[in-house]
């Protein structure tokens, strides 16, 4: 299994970002899936996930101005983020917590997609 994570780039404080996150394989259940972000000098920290359930949680550092949502079909969760600030800048990675066949689940990552956040 893989997960490939599209978007990223350069926006303007105060503006908008959509990232997207796919997984790809096959003879595989995704139970959570959600995004991190590493600033520089930092360490990872959680953004937020979305279950299968479609339950959210949020760092309280975006919460209010983001949000997760994931296609089932597809496969793919996305992050929405408003009201972008300075500090929002980072290197986000897809995560998702996956069950192949009948191994035990665990964690998958992204290649991660850099989100740059400067006037």
């Known amino acids: 299994v893989q997960l490939q994570a599209f978007g990223g780039g350069l926006v303007q404080p105060g503006g908008s970002l959509r990232l997207s996150c796919a997984a790809s394989g096959s003879n595989f259940i995704i139970y959570r899936m959600g995004w991190y972000r590493q600033a520089p000098g930092k360490e990872r920290e959680l953004v937020g996930h979305i279950t299968s359930g479609e339950s959210t949680i949020y760092a309280d550092s975006v919460k209010g101005r983001s949000d997760i949502s994931r296609d089932n079909a597809k496969n793919i969760v996305y992050l929405q983020m408003n009201s972008l600030k300075p500090e929002d800048t980072a290197v986000y990675y897809c995560?998702?917590?996956?069950?192949?066949?009948?191994?035990?689940?665990?964690?998958?990552w992204g290649q991660g997609t850099l989100v740059t956040v400067s006037s």
């Open positions: 995560n998702a917590l996956i069950r192949v066949g009948h191994l035990q689940s665990q964690n998958y």
